[in-house]
């Protein structure tokens, strides 16, 4: 076993904690009768027993890469994740610009707030032209969306809304692949159920994104932001994120809930169904339900939203949260019910100040501190709802954000280990998250840099991550050569970040 898949194990372990981890067959699979059964045993969490990391040790290793003159004056931080001890302290109480380590924060409230199996189901429903038949078994009456087919009359004309239920994964491609895209909502699903009512014409095709409200684009959002791909405008309706295609790179769609219904007509013509007009609006309280597609569970949502670093995923999750927090569907009903889920879980957000939630506002401020907060409440055991906060963290040489991180000589080792959230903006780039260090210690780290993303910022915030994993309980301390990076890097022994209270009862 190669170092770098030997510390993603290590890394495993890491975000399970105490827990374990076990490997059996498929259920109802019966083994190869000539091969004998092979079963592994438990992967034991981190050692409570594993010497702590020396504070003034750590800080030297931390001084060559988070001195080079590439990161600024970076903010900095690096707590033991099992007691709450802090090793190592640079202005991690001043609120800073996050990037989108802020997903870890709309991570945490989506998964507070929504049931393990909750998924977002985007609907079509159907108003027949004034006149038309209703009668009982028709197919312009009280259609179930189950697919099957109608056993009345055909119909022809009225409209068809596709309501947007937030779902950025809603997608045109027929047959999608990859994770966890091959579970999504299709286009193609709901067309195939609303020909299979008997619809086979309708004169209009409307978009309703209507769930969310407010502005599409964010203070503090660069202008560029639609047009080079990084965002779509927030809509409760958008179709492959706003993408022109599955998967494509370049400009997203200014007008996300147009583009579906588009997209959508495109789907009903393929399904057999003729298509007039399309455009947006509210669903008429009147029209029927005809067809429903469900996406993927919230928390494969979460996985995805924090590997990839996907904005649209962030801003309609945040949006969601507050909607079942009876808050506006805007920015600042997002951001406010963010911070209302934060603290529920008792984690402190003194001094935060939010424009979004996707972290792609240069107005967003957060303490470093409340960051790993969220961080280590996700590592306690009780709070078992939020560790697809920690197994959503790209991986270091393997994932998302940090697959092609990793790999130089000085960090290599590292790699599998570092399970990290990234963020950069013209105003900061940054790496906050978790590892194991060499003396089996589960270590959180964030390292905020103002400085705008480049290659050697990049690979300075690895170094730095790699040090800490090589490092360094106190037993075989040595003083190392250099000085901690700032005379707050070695804070006074015993100091900690406390443990969120336990959730009450029921």
């Excluded at 619809?199 to 309703?208: A, E, L, N, P, R």
């Excluded at 067809?291 to 990839?308: F, G, H, K, N, Y």
């Amino acid at each position: 076993m190669t170092g770098a898949r030997a510390g993603g194990l290590t890394a495993l372990t890491g975000a399970l904690l105490a827990g374990s981890l076990s490997i059996s067959s498929t259920p109802g699979e019966a083994p190869t009768p000539t091969v004998p059964r092979v079963t592994a045993p438990a992967l034991a969490g981190p050692r409570a027993d594993s010497p702590m990391p020396d504070q003034a040790t750590l800080a030297a290793r931390l001084a060559g890469p988070l001195g080079n003159p590439a990161l600024g004056s970076p903010a900095g931080i690096v707590v033991d994740a099992l007691s709450g001890k802090v090793l190592f302290d640079v202005r991690s109480t001043v609120p800073t610009a996050p990037a989108s380590t802020l997903k870890t924060a709309v991570a945490a409230a989506a998964l507070r707030t929504f049931a393990p199996d909750a998924r977002l189901t985007t609907r079509v429903v159907y108003l027949p032209p004034a006149g038309a038949s209703t009668g009982a078994g028709g197919a312009t009456g009280p259609a179930t969306p189950t697919g099957a087919a109608s056993t009345g009359t055909a119909s022809t004309g009225g409209t068809l809304w596709l309501v947007g239920a937030g779902d950025p994964t809603l997608t045109a491609a027929a047959d999608p692949t990859g994770y966890p895209a091959s579970t999504s909502a299709r286009l193609s699903t709901l067309a195939a159920q609303v020909r299979a009512a008997g619809i086979t014409s309708v004169d209009q095709v409307v978009g309703d994104g209507s769930l969310f409200s407010g502005p599409g684009t964010a203070p503090g959002w660069n202008d560029t932001y639609v047009a080079e791909g990084d965002v779509t405008p927030v809509s409760a309706l958008e179709v492959d994120a706003g993408r022109s295609q599955p998967g494509s790179i370049g400009p997203r769609s200014p007008t996300p809930d147009a583009a579906a219904a588009a997209a959508f007509a495109t789907a009903l013509r393929g399904a057999g169904v003729s298509v007039g007009s399309t455009g947006t609006g509210a669903a008429d309280p009147a029209a029927r339900p005809v067809a429903t597609a469900d996406s993927p569970p919230i928390p494969m949502l979460v996985e995805r939203m924090l590997t990839d670093s996907d904005n649209d995923l962030a801003e309609s999750l945040g949006r969601l949260v507050a909607h079942a927090r009876a808050l506006p569907t805007t920015f600042a009903g997002a951001t406010a019910a963010v911070g209302k889920a934060l603290a529920d879980l008792g984690i402190d957000t003194t001094g935060m100040s939010l424009a979004d939630v996707s972290g792609l506002s240069i107005n967003n401020l957060i303490p470093p501190r409340t960051v790993i907060e969220i961080l280590r409440t996700a590592t306690l055991p009780h709070h078992p709802e939020l560790r697809t906060l920690l197994t959503g963290l790209p991986v270091a040489g393997f994932s998302g954000t940090l697959g092609d991180r990793y790999g130089g000589v000085d960090t290599a080792a590292a790699a599998g280990d570092v399970r990290a959230k990234t963020g950069s903006l013209r105003i900061v780039t940054s790496l906050a998250g978790e590892l194991v260090d060499a003396d089996g210690r589960l270590l959180l780290f964030g390292f905020f840099a103002p400085v705008q993303e480049s290659p050697m910022a990049k690979a300075s915030l690895d170094r730095a991550a790699a040090a800490l994993a090589s490092c360094c309980g106190s037993a075989d301390a040595v003083r190392a050569g250099g000085k901690p990076a700032s005379d707050a890097g070695t804070p006074s022994a015993g100091e900690t970040i406390a443990a969120p209270s336990p959730p009450p009862a029921g």
